[in-house]
C-alpha cells in the first residue's frame, strides 16, 4: 500500500525524524522550454525560406524547373499510382496513431495533437494568403485554372498532430511517419500540385505549429503510481515492500527480508524542464556552466546520472550509490539509491554562525575537515561535483560527510573544475562555520595551493543557484572569505579567470550596435559628402582636429604633478582614438591614460587619482560649457547669414534643471540609491581631494590643466563648425557649440564604442532644433565631422598605440 512521507524539519536534531504523511502532487502538465528553443528555430528557418522566395527567385524558379524535369522522366502509371496510395496512407496513418494513443490511456495527448493540426491548418491557409503572389513558391497547375498553394498545406496537419502527439521512443510510427511523409512530398512533386519550396514550408510548419502548440498549452505529465514504480523497479532486482512518497519526483521504498531501504528519483518530462530556462541562460552567460539537463535525451541523461554516481562510490567518496535503474516508458525512468539517513547543512546548522558561536548550531572542525576529505577522494579521480550547495552537502548521526546531488557532474573533469569545486564548498562551509575556520580545515586537507587557486573563482556567477542565494542574502560573506584565503595563503598568486562568455553589458552592446548599425545605413554617402564640401573650410575643420591632440597632452599633463614626455603624452593621446573605436564610451581612454601613467613610473594609486581629478574637472567645464553655449542659444547676432533657432534660448539648462532635480530627489527618497551614490562618491573623497590639494601647491600645473580642458573642447566646436560650413551651411555658433557638448555627453554615456549611434543620431537633431539647419545638411555636417575626429584618426592612434607598446610605455 503506497502512503506519502515528508520530513519533520526540526533544527537542533541531526537525525531524521518520523515521516508525516502528507501528499504533494505535480502539475499535470509542463511547459518544456525545449519546446521554446525549437519553436523559435523552426521560426527561424520559416523566415529563411521566405527570404528565399522573396530575394532568390531565379534560384527557386530554376530548382522548380529542374524538379519538374525530372518528373517527366518517370513512367506515368506507377507515379499515379503510387501518389493515389500515399494520399491514402496520409490520411490512414494519424487516425491509426490516435487509436493507439487513446487505447493507451493519453487521450489528452490525442487532443493536443487535434489542436497543433487545426492550428497547423489555419497558418497554412493564412500564409496561402499572404504569400500569394511569391511565385517562387507556386507553379500553374497540372489543367490549368490557376497556380498551385504557397503552402502544400495537406503535410503540415500530419506532421503537427503526429509531432504533438509525441514519437519518441517508439520507432514503428516514427518511420511510418518519415516513409508518409516523404512518398507524399514526392507525389506532390510528381502530379505537379506542389513545388520544392512549398514542401519544405510546409514540413516547417507543421513542425514549428506542433512546438507551438505543445508550448502553449503544456505537455501533460502523469505521476507514476505506487503499483507502477514497485512493478518496475522488482525488474531490476528490488524486493519492493512499500513505496512513501517524499515528494516531487522523490520516493521512499522498503525492501523485503531487511533490505537496505532506497531512495528513487523519478527523471521526466517535468524534471527535465524544472529551471530549464534558468540553466540555459547561465549557460550563455558562463563558460563553465554545466549543460542544462533538458536538453539531454532523458536515456542519455540516466546513464550519465548512473555513471557518476557509480564512479564517486569507487572512489570512495560518501554518497548515493545507484542500486537500479527502471524505465516507466519513453518519457520516464527511475534511479534508485542506498538511502542514507542524513540531513543537509541547510536544515541542520544556522547562516551565518553568530560570532560568539554560543547560541548558533554550527559544524565542528572534524565535521569539516572531512567534508574537505570527500572532496579530495572525488579530485582524486578527477570528478567534478558542479553542484556543491547548501543542500547538498549532509550529515549524517555519526558525524559523517556525504556529498550527494552529483548528476550535474563530470568524470575526468578539467582542472578549472576541480577548482570551481573548491570555491564551491568553500562558500558553503563559509555559510555555516564562518570564512576562518572553513579555510582552516581547507587548507589542513588539501594544502595551500588548491585552496589559493580557488580564490579567483569565488564569484557568485560560479556558484550554484542556492550556494548565489545565501550569499546574497549575507553580502560581506563572499568578502570576508575571500580576504581570509589571501591571508591564509600569502605567497600564493591569484591569475584572474574570466568565467563569464556573455555579460548583460556585452549583450546590450551588441544589440545596441545592431540598431546604430541599421540606423547608420540611412546616413548620406561619404564620399558624396566629402567631395562635395567646401575645400578651405574643409581644410579648416582637419586643421583644428588635428591641434586637439596637443592641446589634450597639454591637459593631461596639468593634472599629474608628475613630469611626463610630451613625446610620448601626444602619443597616448593619439592611441586614445584607436582605443576608443573597441571600448564602450570613455572606458578605453581611462585605461589606457591609466596604463601610461604606471609605465611613466607613476604610483597606481597617484596615477588613478590623477585620472580622477581630470574626470573631474573635465565633467564642470563641460557641464559650464554647456550651460553658457545653451543660455546663448538664439541670441546670436544676427547677420552673416545665420540662421534663427526654432527654440528658445535656455532651454536645454531647464531640461537639465529638471533631471537634476528629478535623480537628486529620488537618490534622497530611495536608500538603496542613497547607499549605491555614497559607494560611488568614497573614492571621491578618499583618493580624488588629496590628490587635488597637491596639484593646489603648484598652481601653474593645475591652471594649464583647466585651460587645455577648455581649449580641447573649443577645437572640437571650431571643427565641427567648420563642417558645418564646409557643408554649406550657416549655423550660429552657440548652436555649434551647445551640439557638440551635448552629443558628447550622450557619447559618453551610451554603451557603444566611440558613442556610435548617440552621437551620429542626436547631433544632427540638436543642430537643426538650434539653428534651423536643414535635417539633411545637419546629417552631412556631422557625417563629416566624425569622420575627422572619429574614423580617420584610427589608423594614426593604431600606429601610436603600436609605437608605445614598442616603447613599453603602456
Not at 347 to 355: A, N, Q, S, V
Request: charged share 15%.
Amino acid at each position: 500500500m503506497a502512503t506519502v512521507i515528508q520530513a519533520d524539519e526540526s533544527q537542533g536534531s541531526r537525525t531524521t525524524p518520523p515521516p508525516r504523511r502528507t501528499r504533494t502532487r505535480r502539475a499535470d502538465r509542463v511547459r518544456h522550454p525545449a519546446a521554446l528553443i525549437r519553436l523559435a528555430v523552426g521560426g527561424g528557418w520559416i523566415t529563411l525560406v521566405l527570404l528565399l522566395a522573396c530575394y532568390a527567385r531565379s534560384s527557386a524558379l530554376g530548382l522548380d524547373s529542374d524538379v519538374a524535369r525530372g518528373v517527366e522522366l518517370l513512367p506515368w502509371p506507377p507515379a499515379k499510382l503510387t501518389a493515389a496510395l500515399c494520399g491514402t496512407a496520409l490520411l490512414t496513418v494519424p487516425p491509426a496513431f490516435a487509436v493507439d494513443r487513446v487505447l493507451r490511456g493519453e487521450g489528452r495527448r490525442v487532443a493536443d495533437g487535434v489542436l497543433a493540426a487545426v492550428l497547423a491548418y489555419g497558418l497554412s491557409l493564412g500564409l496561402d494568403l499572404l504569400a500569394g503572389d511569391l511565385t517562387a513558391l507556386t507553379h500553374p497547375l497540372p489543367l490549368g485554372g490557376g497556380r498551385t498553394d504557397p503552402v502544400y498545406g495537406h503535410l503540415a496537419p500530419v506532421l503537427a498532430f503526429m509531432t504533438a502527439l509525441g514519437t519518441a521512443g517508439r520507432r514503428r510510427w516514427r518511420t511510418a511517419l518519415g516513409v508518409t511523409l516523404g512518398l507524399s512530398g514526392l507525389s506532390g512533386l510528381v502530379t505537379g500540385y506542389a513545388t520544392p519550396l512549398s514542401l519544405v514550408l510546409a514540413l516547417l510548419l507543421g513542425w514549428t505549429t506542433a512546438h507551438a502548440a505543445r508550448y502553449a498549452v503544456g505537455e501533460p505529465v502523469s505521476e507514476p503510481t505506487e503499483e507502477q514504480i514497485a512493478a518496475a523497479l522488482a525488474g531490476s532486482g528490488v524486493r519492493p515492500d512499500a513505496v512513501l512518497m517524499l515528494g516531487s519526483g522523490r520516493y521512499l521504498v522498503t525492501q523485503h527480508d531487511g533490505r537496505p531501504d532506497l531512495d528513487v528519483h523519478l527523471l521526466d518530462r517535468y524534471a527535465q524542464a524544472s529551471g530549464l530556462l534558468g540553466h540555459l541562460w547561465l549557460a550563455l552567460r558562463l563558460r563553465t556552466a554545466p549543460r542544462p539537463l533538458g536538453l539531454h535525451p532523458l536515456r542519455t541523461g540516466l546513464e550519465h546520472q548512473t555513471l557518476l554516481g557509480h564512479a564517486a562510490s569507487a572512489a570512495g567518496a560518501r554518497t548515493r550509490a545507484p542500486v537500479a535503474v527502471a524505465e516507466l516508458g519513453p518519457d520516464a525512468a527511475l534511479v534508485a539509491y542506498r538511502r542514507i539517513d542524513a540531513r543537509p547543512f541547510g536544515e541542520l546548522f544556522d547562516e551565518p554562525p553568530h560570532p560568539d558561536g554560543e547560541a548558533a548550531a554550527v559544524p565542528t572542525d572534524a565535521e569539516l575537515r572531512d567534508a574537505w576529505q570527500q572532496l579530495a577522494l572525488l579530485q582524486r579521480r578527477r570528478i567534478a561535483h558542479r553542484s556543491l550547495a547548501p543542500n547538498t552537502v549532509l550529515l549524517d548521526a555519526e558525524g559523517k560527510v556525504h556529498l550527494v546531488g552529483l548528476a550535474r557532474g563530470e568524470i575526468a573533469a578539467s582542472e578549472l573544475l576541480l577548482r570551481l569545486d573548491v570555491a564551491g564548498l568553500l562558500a558553503v562551509l563559509a555559510l555555516y562555520a564562518g570564512p576562518a575556520r572553513a579555510v582552516r580545515a581547507a587548507v589542513e586537507v588539501l594544502g595551500p595551493g588548491p585552496v589559493s587557486a580557488a580564490l579567483p573563482l569565488l564569484q557568485p556567477i560560479a556558484l550554484a543557484r542556492r550556494t548565489r542565494a545565501a550569499l546574497a542574502r549575507h553580502k560581506e560573506l563572499a568578502a570576508d572569505l575571500r580576504a581570509e584565503v589571501q591571508r591564509r595563503t600569502p605567497q600564493a598568486t591569484a591569475v584572474p579567470v574570466r568565467l563569464e562568455r556573455l555579460r548583460p553589458r556585452t549583450l546590450l552592446t551588441i544589440v545596441a550596435c545592431v540598431a546604430v548599425g541599421y540606423a547608420l545605413l540611412q546616413l548620406p554617402n561619404p564620399v558624396a559628402v566629402v567631395s562635395g564640401a567646401d575645400p578651405l573650410w574643409l581644410a579648416g575643420a582637419v586643421l583644428w582636429a588635428a591641434v586637439s591632440y596637443p592641446v589634450a597632452s597639454f591637459a593631461f599633463s596639468g593634472f599629474v604633478p608628475e613630469k611626463l614626455s610630451f613625446r610620448s603624452t601626444l602619443a597616448a593621446q593619439v592611441a586614445g582614438s584607436f582605443v576608443k573605436v573597441v571600448a564602450p564610451g570613455g572606458v578605453g581612454g581611462l585605461a589606457l591614460n591609466t596604463r601610461y601613467l604606471q609605465c611613466a613610473g607613476v604610483p597606481t594609486a597617484q596615477a588613478m587619482s590623477s585620472i580622477g581629478v581630470s574626470q573631474l574637472f573635465g565633467l564642470l567645464l563641460h557641464m559650464l560649457q554647456l550651460a553658457v553655449f545653451s543660455a546663448l542659444v538664439g541670441v546670436d547676432t544676427a547677420g552673416a547669414g545665420e540662421s534663427s533657432s526654432p527654440l528658445t534660448s535656455g532651454w536645454v539648462l531647464w531640461l537639465a534643471g529638471a533631471v537634476t532635480a528629478v535623480i537628486a530627489v529620488s537618490v534622497a527618497a530611495v536608500p538603496s540609491l542613497r547607499r549605491r551614490a555614497q559607494t560611488l562618491l568614497r573614492p571621491l573623497r578618499a583618493e580624488v581631494l588629496p590628490r587635488l590639494l597637491d596639484l593646489a601647491q603648484r598652481p601653474g600645473r593645475l591652471a594649464t590643466g583647466v585651460a587645455g580642458q577648455l581649449l580641447v573642447s573649443m577645437c572640437f566646436v571650431l571643427c565641427l563648425y567648420c563642417c558645418t560650413r564646409a557643408a554649406g551651411q550657416h549655423p550660429g555658433f552657440n548652436a555649434v557649440a551647445m551640439t557638440f557638448l551635448a552629443g558628447n555627453a550622450a557619447g559618453n554615456v551610451l554603451p557603444t564604442p566611440g558613442g556610435v549611434g548617440g552621437v551620429d543620431l542626436l547631433m544632427p537633431t540638436l543642430l537643426s532644433l538650434t539653428s534651423g539647419v536643414g535635417q539633411d545638411g545637419a546629417q552631412a555636417s556631422v557625417l563629416l565631422f566624425r569622420l575627422l575626429t572619429f574614423i580617420l584618426p584610427v589608423l594614426p592612434g593604431w600606429a601610436a598605440f603600436a609605437w608605445l607598446k614598442r616603447r613599453q610605455a603602456i
